[in-house]
T-cell receptor, first 119, second 111 residues
């Protein structure tokens, strides 16, 4: 069964350190999403890509966060420098973008997330 | 900006009860609405997807309805079981490909 794979599953680090989270989307999927989940805000979209090109990163703090897709099998989310308020669960999701008119039946597949704690 | 609200935030019921989870959204121009399940420490699993032209979808003991004009959806769980304990998230798809999520309803079904 195809799955979205995220690494690491857990990360604890000190404020100011660089954090890199990785995601392997499902083979053949051409859209990749990064979400952040907190108790207060719920699930928020940070950025997403189609065919490795960034389509929307308006939800991402630009001064410290960056998202890239070096190739079709890897997406990365980096935080530098990290702050305690970045503590959250970060989810990656992927999907196959539908042809025109197919959005009504379109969904995404989620990874199990990276639980990040910044001390 | 689309706002998605879920009520109640938490719910505890004894096993066997039928229950209803509610979701409302502010922008009715949606392509679809989905209900997800999230278990502790896990990702999201899609339960039901209702296209904007549909009124309801059913899967086993789950039934989801959609009233797009009023911006409401309900998830009905029949004969609840302890294994149904999880957080249930409602999400809508507007423009683009990204989902807008509610904050979820945390469900506990006690034996």
């Amino acid at each position: 069964d195809a799955r979205v794979t995220q690494t690491p599953r857990h990360k604890v680090t000190e404020m100011g350190q660089e954090v890199t989270m990785r995601c392997q989307p499902i083979l053949g999927h051409n859209t990749v999403f990064w979400y952040r989940q907190t108790m207060m805000q719920g699930l928020e979209l940070l950025a997403y890509f189609r065919n490795r090109a960034p389509l929307d990163d308006s939800g991402m703090p630009k001064d410290r966060f960056s998202a890239e897709m070096p190739d079709a099998t890897l997406a990365t989310l980096k935080i530098q420098p990290s702050e305690p308020r970045d503590s959250a669960v970060y989810f990656c999701a992927s999907g196959l973008a539908p042809l025109l008119g197919g959005l009504a039946i379109w969904s995404q597949h989620f990874g199990d997330g990276t639980r990040l704690s910044i001390l | 900006k689309q706002e998605v609200t879920q009520i109640p935030a938490a719910l505890s019921v004894p096993e066997g009860e039928n229950l209803v989870l509610n979701c409302s959204f502010t922008d009715s121009a949606i392509y679809n609405l989905q209900w997800f399940r999230q278990d502790p420490g896990k990702g999201l699993t899609s339960l039901l997807l209702i296209q904007s032209s549909q009124r309801e979808q059913t899967s086993g003991r789950l039934n989801a309805s959609l009233d797009k004009s009023s911006g409401r959806s309900t998830l009905y769980i029949a004969a609840s079981q302890p294994g149904d304990s999880a957080t249930y998230l409602c999400a809508v798809l507007n423009s683009g490909y990204a989902l807008n999520f509610g904050k979820g309803t945390s469900l506990l079904v006690t034996p």
